[in-house]
């Protein structure tokens, strides 16, 4: 069984920062490092996009062009988990925040992602 939990999520005002994590533990935690970890978000009424992705190693990582600059992914594959630190928060980055996991290289589409977490709200106020 997979299991991917995220939290940290909350409400901010913008322009303030926030950090979400997320924790693996089954099949995933047992293997961890063989897996690329992403999240994305998804909006009210919107479809889920990607956000960030990093690569089994840590070395590698890929975003989104709407947080380039503002967001950064990490890893600790000691821990099992993955955390996403956004800084300069808007009101555009109001989504529930999800975690992903598959097997391999790094992707940025949604259906390349076999595993996911509940997701974690975040709101950002103006």
């Known amino acids: 069984q997979v299991q991917l939990v995220e939290s940290g999520g909350g409400l901010v005002q913008a322009g303030d920062s926030l950090r979400i994590s997320c924790a693996a533990s089954g099949s995933v935690a047992g293997r961890f490092e063989d897996y690329a970890m992403a999240w994305f978000r998804q909006a009210a009424g919107k479809e889920r996009e990607f956000v960030a992705v990093i690569n089994w190693s840590g070395v590698s990582t890929h975003y989104a062009d709407s947080v380039q600059g503002r967001f950064t992914v990490s890893r600790d594959n000691t821990k099992n988990t993955v955390s996403l630190q956004m800084n300069g928060l808007k009101s555009e980055d109001t989504a529930v925040y999800y975690c992903?996991?598959?097997?391999?290289?790094?992707?940025?589409?949604?259906?390349?992602?076999?595993?996911w977490g509940q997701g974690t709200q975040v709101t950002v106020s103006s």
């Open positions: 992903a996991a598959r097997s391999g290289i790094m992707r940025s589409i949604v259906r390349d992602y076999p595993y």
